[in-house]
């Protein structure tokens, strides 16, 4: 069965810094291009990240660039987030996903984690 | 950035009705647009990816249509788990985006 767990989320204080990390099981990763959206409570899903299969492209958000860093580990099946300068309006569950297909540009997500809470806040 | 809309915000019907919903993009998507299916406290799942292409186990009453700028996922006659929020996605320019997404909820 394919399966992505997050964990790493947690309260946080405005400034500050969290990684998340996505570990995967029933596949490998290193054949996809992996993901990170969010949502916001009550609210709409936003796509924050991406990284391609070897790592060595990734994309982001303009909301998050210069603070977020995506990264992966094909090696131990993983996907991590590295979260930076936080701030409130970076409060969300964060889900990880892979892209639909193996190869490149198969942007649509399935499947998806169950996701990590993220909370700043002083 | 394209912009997705979604309409109707909130959908409301009965079991055994169609829904149809619709997501308009700012600019042309080609194909390149799928749909997901959100229940409370879960993860969104996917329905629909390249327009029309129903993701594996979703069922045949689901489909999607539309190109260019103009979507729809018609849901043909609704089950009480169908009743969720939906979100629309485009994948033809980054950054990646979602419409706001329609609430179908029970009439």
């Known amino acids: 069965e394919v399966q992505l767990v997050e964990s790493g989320g947690g309260l946080l204080q405005p400034g500050g810094s969290l990684r998340l990390s996505c570990a995967a099981s029933?596949?490998?990763?290193?054949?996809?291009?992996m993901h990170w959206v969010r949502q916001a409570p009550g609210q709409g899903l936003v796509w924050v990240s991406c990284?391609?299969?070897?790592?060595?492209?990734?994309y982001y958000a303009d909301s998050v660039k210069g603070r977020f860093t995506i990264s992966r580990d094909n090696a131990k099946n993983t996907l991590y987030l590295q979260m930076n300068g936080l701030r409130a309006e970076d409060t969300a569950v964060y889900f990880c996903?892979?892209?639909?297909?193996?190869?490149?540009?198969?942007?649509?997500?399935?499947?998806w984690g169950q996701g990590t809470l993220v909370t700043v806040s002083s | 950035e394209i912009v997705l809309t979604q309409s109707p915000a909130t959908l409301s019907l009965s079991p055994g009705e169609r829904a149809t919903l619709s997501c308009r993009a700012s600019?042309?998507?080609?194909?390149?647009f799928a749909w997901y299916q959100q229940k409370p406290g879960q993860a969104p799942r996917l329905l629909i990816y390249?327009?029309?292409n129903r993701a594996t186990g979703i069922p045949a009453r689901f489909s999607g249509s539309g190109s260019g700028t103009d979507f729809t996922l018609t849901i043909s006659s609704l089950e009480p788990e169908d009743f969720a929020v939906y979100y629309c996605?485009?994948?033809?320019?980054?950054?990646?985006?979602f419409g706001g997404g329609t609430k179908v909820e029970i009439k």
């Open positions: 996903t892979k892209a639909g297909r193996g190869g490149g540009g198969y942007n649509w997500f399935d499947p």
């Open positions: 029933g596949f490998s990763i290193s054949n996809y291009w």
């Open positions: 990284i391609n299969s070897d790592g060595s492209s990734t």
């Open positions: 600019q042309s998507v080609s194909h390149y």
């Open positions: 390249d327009t029309s």
């Open positions: 996605q485009q994948r033809s320019d980054w950054p990646l985006t």
